[in-house]
T-cell receptor
Framework: SAVISQKPSRDICQRGTSLTIQCQVDSQVTMMFWYRQQPGQSLTLIATANQGSEATYESGFVIDKFPISRPNLTFSTLTVSNMSPEDSSIYLC??????????FGQGTRLTVV | EDKVVQSPLSLVVHEGDTVTLNCSYEVTNFRSLLWYKQEKKAPTFLFMLTSSGIEKKSGRLSSILDKKELFSILNITATQTGDSAIYLCAVNAGGTSYGKLTFGQGTILTVHP
């Protein structure tokens, strides 16, 4: 299985600021996915990040709020911009694995105050 | 729009009990159904199901898919307190949605000693 390192593990941020979450994979992958899990809710896909092209965002998510970078086949970042308390969530990156369609990083627990 | 519905939303049992968790789905271009266990932040992969009627088993956990009736069940026998978690069902659609997962709301399982 792929090993995914996601940083930071958790953070508490002031409203109006931005946080960049990093996701590093130990093997080259074509697609990386970013999910959000709001408190008490299930996982919702934010966007799909492909290397060499712009990310594809799901309905309800926009690039200005959640800019994504994918500089190479092993790394991606998600930025949560101009944060408000409603952005308090767990953010997860995932990649496809050999035995599963989605293998997740450890997640980032974000609290906006 | 793809849809995944899990039931029950929560379940409280005692150690040794057997539980059955349900997942129904509506999705175009079905590719696979996945079960995850979420204890803290990152969902842990349990099973991936692609074919009807073939049971996947791992220890006390087992799962089966019915593609005709569009549902899956996850069984846990002889439950232990360590089984307490959120169990998530997700469906992967093919075509242009390849690789993206649609998650159900999750079932919160609590196992008392």
């Amino acid at each position: 299985s792929a090993v995914i390192s996601q940083k930071p593990s958790r953070d508490i941020c002031q409203r109006g600021t931005s946080l960049t979450i990093q996701c590093q994979v130990d093997s080259q992958v074509t697609m990386m996915f970013w999910y959000r899990q709001q408190p008490g809710q299930s996982l919702t896909l934010i966007a799909t990040a492909n290397q060499g092209s712009e990310a594809t965002y799901e309905s309800g998510f926009v690039i200005d709020k959640f800019p994504i970078s994918r500089p190479n086949l092993t790394f991606s970042t998600l930025t949560v911009s101009n944060m408000s308390p409603e952005d308090s969530s767990i953010y997860l990156c995932s990649v496809r694995g050999a035995q599963t369609e989605a293998f997740f990083g450890q997640g980032t627990r974000l609290t906006v105050v | 729009e793809d849809k995944v519905v899990q039931s029950p939303l929560s379940l409280v049992v005692h150690e040794g009990d057997t539980v059955t968790l349900n997942c129904s789905y509506e999705v175009t271009n079905f590719r696979s159904l996945l079960w995850y266990k979420q204890e803290k932040k990152a969902p842990t992969f349990l099973f991936m199901l692609t074919s009807s009627g073939i049971e996947k088993k791992s220890g006390r956990l087992s799962s089966i898919l019915d593609k005709k009736e569009l549902f899956s069940i996850l069984n846990i026998t002889a439950t232990q307190t360590g089984d307490s978690a959120i169990y998530l069902c997700a469906v992967n659609a093919g075509g242009t949605s390849y690789g993206k997962l649609t998650f159900g709301q999750g079932t919160i399982l609590t196992v008392h000693p």
